[in-house]
């Protein structure tokens, strides 16, 4: 017999154990894993133990371009990542005596090996559709989003004449193989008031469906306006572009300083004016944008936000020295709470500028900055950063020691978070105050983990080597421990051992028994802590009381019931039009077997169908989010 498990965002089929030990099931090892000690699930079925990897730093950055007098960086003005091709890829404007030259975009891709990288040549081709392109006129105007699949679209601003000059939004499609990129066609991003003053176009990944991806465009105006609109690209060269839609309305804030923060495919946040937010939801190519909210708490400018998957937050980075925690509920963003990475004076003024920040997969919060130095020779601008990890609460930020990890003149920072707990750092560097300007990357390794939300699996029963069938006892069973509080839940760390504190993911081990014997209750998505800040996920759901009912045919379940299957094969169909945190049970008889049908509705966020086939088989769904769909409780 058999059951379907999931693990890193797939169902993974495995055995069931001995017959007479329902809640012990049989893998084989990846690697040595060991009595008692929490062991993970791989992506093809394996039993693995838990690993981590140190926080690390590189010991020297990585060159993509060498300034020299004739040719050197102007900006650095985006960098994204895609994890299919393992590079980042960065969008940069070239200072240069040729004429031809002088203020173009470039795009370059590199790949990472440790804590350095490889950067491949430069490129942008004008094509015969574009040739009156002279090159940009201000700071940050291009911006590249990958698909994190070996492609993209890099969007940039475009003066179609001298006179004016008049400037509309164009843009590339490209592939990435390694760090070679080419260039697809091109293509104007109209609907945006197209005329003298359009500024600061911006474009975001949102995510794949139905073979297309999906991209969110974003401009500014003179007159203050801000415009959104969807772009579809089916992964050849044929986009799909919907309605320009008005974000600052009513106006009473310019869209200035503005970026997207994307939260799934089907919604995002737009900033601006440092205070000023909208949630928007996409349908099809067709964007509905949301009442205007004020995020409010400590003044000071924002120009860097990510949004924390693990945690369910939008976080943005202020250079007052604090970063704002904010939680997103259908079309509202609200400040949570601050937390203060650095006095004020390091971060704004004279003496700093410009922090940005990065959101690990495991949540770590990484702020960087530069902060102002007089040496002999001028004013520079010396590199800093600063890690930071929630309490259990997820109501504190706690942060680490402040790092120095340049001590050059830094400009124009951008940071891109990358796979395996990787941050890389994109900037120019100047030798001396007013010299040269090279571009270059620094890659920061924060301290991860093999371990995720939904890929914990069990304790083994005893010790085995690499490719032995080993047993792994799951929901029901004991394991061994020692110091144990009775009546505690415990929680999988890190490392790979268990503790009272949540640790990264909340990954609820069990509760104890006594002070040696744990009993193995693992909920594979902790909602305490995601209903902490009333955030846009789970609302912690499954305090309702169930209804139980005995089965022997095809059954569509309703909202809090316990559907108790007496007969093999049937398909018990979850509901139609399920609300926030309405709870289903099935639990099947004896060695009977069902499906679990979706009904339309996703399953820990991917469009299949559960299968229970394991002798008293049980699970406990509960409805978060149209994104996530029904998660899986127990």
Known sequence: MGIKVRSNGAWVNISTGDANAASSISAVSDGPIFANTPVILTNVGLAKSITTVAESQASSPSTFLTGSSANQIYNVQSATWDTGQNVVIATWAVDSTTTDEDERVKIQAGSISGTSMTWGTSNFTITSSNQGYTGITTSLESTVASNGNAGGILCYKYMTDNAGPTYEIWANTFTVSGTNITLGNTFQVSGFGEGSGLNYPSITHLGQDGGSDYYAAVASLDNGDGWVKILKHDGQNSITQGTGKYFNNPHTADANNVFVVPISLDRFVIFWDNSDAVVCTRSGTEVFVGGKCEIGGEAGTILSGAYDSINDRVVFASETGVVKVCTVSGTNISLSFESRFEIASEVTGTTGRFPKLAVTDKGQILVSWQNGVTIPSGNVSYGYQIMGTYNDARTVINWATKVNWRNEDVQWVQLVNADDGKIVTVYAEKSTPNGIQSGKSWVTQAATTTLTKDNFF?????????????????????????????????????????????????????????????????????????????????????????????????????????????????????????????????????????????????????DEDFYIDTMDGYVKLIYTDATRGWIISS
């Open 458 to 606: 069990g304790f083994p029963d005893k010790n085995y080597t690499n490719g032995q069938s080993a047993i792994v006892n799951v929901t029901g069973k004991t394991t061994t421990q020692s110091g144990l509080t009775i009546n505690e839940k415990y929680f999988v760390q890190d490392d790979g051992t268990i503790g009272i504190g949540r640790s990264s993911f909340g990954v609820l081990a069990g509760k104890a028994l006594s002070a040696t014997s744990l009993l193995i209750t693992p909920d594979y998505y902790d909602t305490t802590v995601q209903s902490a800040g009333g955030g846009g996920g789970s609302s912690g759901g499954g305090g309702a009381t169930t209804t139980p009912i005995v089965v022997t045919s095809n059954t569509t379940a309703a909202s809090n019931q316990l559907i108790i299957v007496n007969n093999s094969g049937l398909t018990i169909t979850l509901p139609a039009s399920p609300n926030v945190a309405d709870v289903v049970e099935v639990r099947v008889l004896g060695t009977r077997y069902c499906t679990v049908a979706r009904n339309s509705s996703k399953i820990e966020s991917i």
